[in-house]
């Protein structure tokens, strides 16, 4: 009597595990893939987003061209940035500091 009650509580426990696996696999069947990356509200924030980069350009009047020194900080920036890129460093008093 006892060997019969525990192998139908194995099966029945075997049986809810196999139920809770296709539920979960049904739900990912079901889900879409922009589903599980953004949320409803968070979609339509960036559909308003896009529309309105779309359309605020042909609605605003053109603005005049920056002056020549504002051009210079992105140039500036990007020498700044393949200087960083390119200069040798020396491992050994970089790793000498840490410890």
Aim: net charge positive.
């Amino acid at each position: 009597m006892e060997t019969q009650f525990v192998g139908n509580q194995a099966r029945q426990t075997r049986r809810r595990d196999h139920a809770t696996i296709n539920r979960k696999e049904q739900n990912l069947k079901n889900a879409s893939p922009a589903s599980s990356y953004f949320s409803t509200q968070a979609f339509m924030v960036l559909a308003c987003v896009a529309v309105t980069l779309l359309v605020l350009p042909l609605v605003l009047p053109p603005l005049p061209p920056p002056p020549a020194m504002l051009l210079l900080v992105p140039v500036c920036m990007l020498l700044l940035l393949v200087v960083l890129a390119f200069m040798p460093s020396d491992m050994r008093t970089m790793a000498s500091s840490y410890l």
